[in-house]
């Protein structure tokens, strides 16, 4: 018990009994009895709200990793919704784009050959010469 012999418990006995004599030895030792046991109650409790302490710290932690998941799956998910919609723009603007070109070449073509009827002619005449 507390690292000591029973030589020594007998010898601070022996001291106690002396100084204290026989009359308040026993209401001191009650006294000291009461005050070990209060003192291992607050140092149990201490230990308990420690441990209360520690487990709401780690729950904290924890609940803070799942959002920090949350928020970065979520960014993630507007980034790819981003990305599609921004693919989805780029494709319609390559087909609208493709679809004025072929306008404006079948219009040059057009003001070609409204400028330079000759070369309607030619070309009529080497259509015919490849089909026969």
């Known amino acids: ?9 007998l010898v601070i006995a022996v001291i106690a009994v002396l100084v204290l004599g026989p009359d308040k030895l026993p209401s001191a ?3 000291i009895a009461k005050f070990l046991k209060m003192f291992k109650k607050g140092i149990n409790d201490a230990k308990s709200t420690f441990d209360q302490e520690m487990k ?9 990793k799942y959002k920090e998941s949350i928020t970065q799956s979520a960014q993630s998910v507007r980034k ?8 989805e723009i780029k494709k319609s603007a ?22 330079n009827p000759t ?3 030619k070309d009529a005449i080497l259509n015919d010469k490849k089909e026969a």
């Open 1 to 9: 018990m507390f690292g000591m012999s029973f030589s020594e418990i």
């Open 29 to 31: 030792m009650v006294q």
């Open 56 to 64: 709401i710290a780690e729950l904290k932690e924890d609940a803070q």
């Open 80 to 87: 790819k919704l981003t990305f599609e919609e921004l693919d």
């Open 94 to 115: 390559s087909d609208v784009t493709e679809s004025i070109q072929n306008v404006v070449s079948d219009t040059k073509k057009t003001v070609e050959n409204i400028q």
């Open 119 to 121: 070369n309607l002619v």
